[in-house]
């Protein structure tokens, strides 16, 4: 079981709201990531980090911003929440080496009404 | 059961049969695949990995196949279980000068089992 959790699990809230979704690992991984995913779709990644301070956009435009300053701490903020934001997102994190899996959280289904 | 094609969204097979899932991947440079399984409601959870430098690993029931040749990828898993039921994704990377890269996700196939 990976040690990394996110919060809420499930999150339903109005258009224009400002939002943060929380991510944190125990396993002292220097890479964090965010994915976004929607219903029997594949991951798309929207930001990354190598570590401290360290924040990447990843493949997919997102509207959405992340912030590392804990090495544990991964969160993804939403300044103005809309419909189209609605989705699976999905936060994970790894060792910075060669051939080294990813260990996901369990995700937070958004719904923006 | 075998799936036909590269990638095919949706696999059925009966309990106890073999499933074989495939992926084909994008990135020649690509050197380091993994196999993920995703149950609804939850993230995915790794079950097998390989390097480019193998054509061929086992693990427990699964066994991960890479033909480099044609960019293709397969995940066979043996006697297949209800508990396999689930969404499999593939997903590449590639080591730049001793660090991994992002890992992209392929689209997944949803293999269900009927008992």
């Known amino acids: 079981e990976a040690d990394i959790y996110q919060t809420p699990r499930y999150l339903v809230i109005g258009t224009g709201k400002k939002i943060t979704l929380e991510c944190s690992q125990t396993m002292g991984h220097d890479k964090m990531y965010w994915y976004q995913q929607d219903p029997g779709m594949e991951l798309h990644l929207i930001h990354y980090s190598y570590g401290v301070n360290s924040t990447e956009k990843g493949d997919l435009s997102s509207e959405s911003t992340v912030s590392r300053i804990r090495t544990e701490h991964f969160p993804l903020t939403l300044e103005s929440a809309r419909p189209s934001h609605t989705s699976q997102y999905l936060c994970?994190?790894?060792?910075?080496?060669?051939?080294?899996?990813?260990?996901f959280g369990q995700g937070t289904r958004l719904t923006v009404v | 059961g075998e799936s036909v094609g590269l990638h095919l969204p949706t696999l059925s097979v009966q309990e106890g049969d073999n499933s074989i899932i495939n992926c084909a991947y994008s990135n020649s440079a690509s050197d380091y695949f993994i196999w993920y399984k995703q149950e609804s409601g939850k993230g995915p959870q790794f079950i097998i990995d390989?390097?480019?430098?193998?054509d061929k690993r086992q693990g427990q029931r699964v066994t991960v196949l890479l033909n480099k040749t044609v960019k293709h990828l397969s995940l066979q898993i043996a006697a297949t279980q209800p508990g396999d039921s689930a969404v499999y994704f593939c997903?590449?990377?590639?080591?730049?000068?001793?660090?991994?890269?992002?890992?992209?996700f392929g689209k997944g196939t949803k293999l269900s089992v009927k008992p």
């Open positions: 390989i390097r480019s430098n193998m």
């Open positions: 997903a590449e990377t590639m080591n730049y000068g001793g660090s991994q890269g992002n890992l992209i």
């Open positions: 994970a994190s790894s060792e910075n080496q060669v051939a080294g899996q990813a260990f």
